[in-house]
């Protein structure tokens, strides 16, 4: 099945900073691409995604890059801010329902 | 509001018990996810089912039974709890397999 591989387990970055988790997959199969926000104590949301028939996506100050030849996607978060501190989780959807989620980074924002 | 609630939120089982894990949702989502989290192994996918009556195996399902019996619910059955399956899991609905809505999550404690 899918692997997913988060890079960066821990990212520190100062506040207005921009921050860059990286992932990537295996199945070359893999489609869609989301990226969920779990704040402390708390469940996960969604906050971005990527499909695979587009290479760029911004949302505010959050822009997914995919790079389908490396099977690499990454999440920027651009001027961040104390309330960016939580753990992201990166994912792939497989087989059309399987969606796999990668380790997590928990990233803080420091003043 | 659109929801997906879990229950109980929170167990204490003993090792060999029986264990059951409800989901509800009434964001009339064709598909449904069982995870669970555990520290440094982000979200792993147990079982899902994009119809009543009907599940599939998800990443990690050995120990884990499921159950659809309406849209609405999906349930989790550990029919003999042992200490590894001490965990957090979550539920979660999707209307296509794309965006997943969580629920709070269950924490499981098996003694």
């Known amino acids: 099945g899918e692997k997913v591989e988060q890079h960066e387990s821990t990212l520190s970055v100062r506040e207005g900073d921009s921050a860059v988790i990286n992932c990537t997959y295996t199945?070359?199969?893999?489609?869609?691409f989301p990226w969920y926000k779990q704040e402390a104590g708390k469940s996960l949301h969604f906050v971005i995604d990527?499909?695979?028939?587009?290479d760029r996506k911004q949302s505010q100050r959050l822009i997914v890059l995919l790079d389908k030849k490396a099977k690499r996607f990454s999440l920027h978060i651009t001027a961040t801010q104390p309330e960016d501190s939580a753990i992201y989780f990166c994912?792939?959807?497989?087989?059309?329902?399987?969606?796999?989620f990668g380790a997590g980074t928990k990233l803080t924002i420091k003043p | 509001e659109a929801a997906v609630t879990q229950s109980p939120r929170s167990k204490v089982a003993v090792t060999g018990g029986k264990v059951t894990l409800s989901c509800h949702q009434t964001?009339?989502?064709?598909?449904m996810y069982w995870y669970r989290q555990d520290t440094g192994h982000g979200l792993r996918l147990i079982h899902y089912?994009?119809?009543?009556?009907?599940?599939e195996k998800g990443d990690i399902p050995d120990g884990y039974k499921a159950s659809r019996p309406s849209q609405e619910n999906f349930s989790l059955i550990l029919e003999l709890a042992s200490l590894s399956q001490t965990a957090v899991y979550f539920c979660?609905?999707?209307?296509?397999?794309?965006?997943?809505?969580f629920g709070e999550g269950s924490r499981l404690i098996v003694v």
């Open positions: 979660a609905s999707s209307p296509q397999s794309d965006t997943l809505y």
């Open positions: 994912a792939a959807r497989y087989g059309n329902e399987k969606i796999t």
């Open positions: 199945d070359t199969a893999s489609s869609y």
């Open positions: 990527i499909r695979s028939n587009v």
């Open positions: 964001n009339n989502h064709d598909y």
């Open positions: 089912s994009y119809v009543a009556d009907s599940t």
